[in-house]
């Protein structure tokens, strides 16, 4: 008799052990998929002269989606070359404007040579050296002072082209931002604008998430959470239809540090005052799991 019922209970726990792994078993937590969704917003005002986004359509990283109108600001920024072109030909050619000065120098200071070694032979005076010499001084002075006026003059010009500078880098920058570049590899889940629509900063033009990886968001009781860990590897089951359910592997990857009360979307009336912890884990998508999709956890 005593056999019997050792072989029995053996019985029962197999059945149960593989009602679990089968996803038919009692189950440690249930909750719902969901996804890190990104809204792309507009960061230009315009006409979107280009706009290639579907709902359901798989984008890259770094992918150009959409194009504002930027004629006008092309149109400016020729503009803007076209005065700093014009202010800095005003600017004097320092090096041709001392040319003639700078002969001058050199020639007296030939003459100034000539005259010393005249004045060794006693064939000059020396107050031709000395008015030699006045002479250099004079012509010298002309040209460190010609030369300061000439480079605070091209420096005077140099700098009216600052701000004008400083407005092609922002109309350059307005260009950028007036192309629509998707931030990561995902799905596009909802389209909120249309090509040939004008849009505005901050207006949203997409919603965007990557899917190949999906975060169940199940809660757990007090005593279940002594019970968890981060990084520990659960088992995760779907419906799959007609009684069946899908397994999957999970990690939980997120524990809340305080409680709540139970959601009311995943538990019944009664049960909405208990308090719960939730937590998250991260599933591998092979194309099955779809957002708000319900799924069960089994620790």
């Known amino acids: 008799?005593?056999?019997?019922?050792?072989?029995?209970a053996f019985i029962l726990a197999t059945a149960l052990l593989i009602g679990c792994s089968n996803g038919n078993g009692d189950f440690d937590a249930t909750g719902t998929f969901e996804s890190e969704e990104i809204i792309v917003s507009s960061e230009a005002m315009g006409k979107l002269v280009m706009f290639q986004v579907e709902e359901g359509m798989q984008l890259k990283q770094n992918?150009?989606?959409?194009?504002?109108?930027?004629?006008?600001?092309?149109l400016k920024k020729k503009q803007l070359l076209s005065s700093i072109t014009a202010v800095l030909s005003k600017q004097p050619?320092?090096?041709?404007?001392?040319?003639?000065?700078?002969?001058?120098?050199?020639?007296?200071?030939?003459?100034?040579?000539?005259?010393?070694?005249?004045?060794?032979?006693?064939?000059?005076?020396?107050?031709?050296?000395?008015?030699?010499?006045?002479?250099?001084?004079?012509?010298?002075?002309?040209?460190?002072?010609?030369?300061?006026?000439?480079?605070?003059?091209?420096?005077?010009?140099?700098?009216?082209?600052?701000?004008?500078?400083?407005?092609?880098?922002?109309?350059e920058d307005q260009i950028k931002k007036s192309y629509i570049i998707n931030p990561i590899d995902g799905t596009v889940l909802t389209r909120y604008a249309k090509l040939d629509e004008i849009t505005s900063n901050g207006k949203a033009l997409y919603k965007i998430a990557d899917l190949s990886e999906m975060t169940l968001r199940a809660y757990v009781d007090g005593d279940q959470l002594g019970q968890i860990s981060l990084g520990e590897k659960v088992k995760v089951y779907v419906d799959k239809g007609e009684g069946e359910q899908k397994e999957m592997n999970g990690e939980i990857y997120w524990v809340s540090s305080k409680a709540e009360f139970t959601p009311k979307t995943i538990q019944t009336k009664d049960e909405r005052a208990n308090l719960v912890y939730a937590i998250k884990v991260k599933v591998i998508n092979d194309g099955y799991l779809k957002i708000g999709m319900y799924g069960e956890v089994k620790f």
Do not use: F
């Not at 150009?64 to 092309?74: E, F, K, R, S």
């Open 1 to 8: 008799m005593e056999n019997r019922l050792l072989n029995i």
């Open 63 to 74: 992918q150009i989606v959409g194009i504002v109108d930027t004629t006008q600001l092309h």
């Open 93 to 171: 050619n320092i090096s041709a404007q001392l040319a003639a000065l700078q002969k001058q120098i050199e020639t007296t200071e030939v003459e100034k040579k000539r005259i010393e070694n005249l004045v060794k032979l006693d064939a000059a005076t020396t107050k031709q050296l000395d008015d030699i010499n006045s002479q250099l001084e004079v012509l010298n002075k002309q040209y460190t002072a010609a030369k300061s006026s000439l480079t605070i003059t091209k420096q005077g010009l140099q700098s009216e082209t600052l701000p004008l500078v400083a407005q092609v880098e922002q109309i």
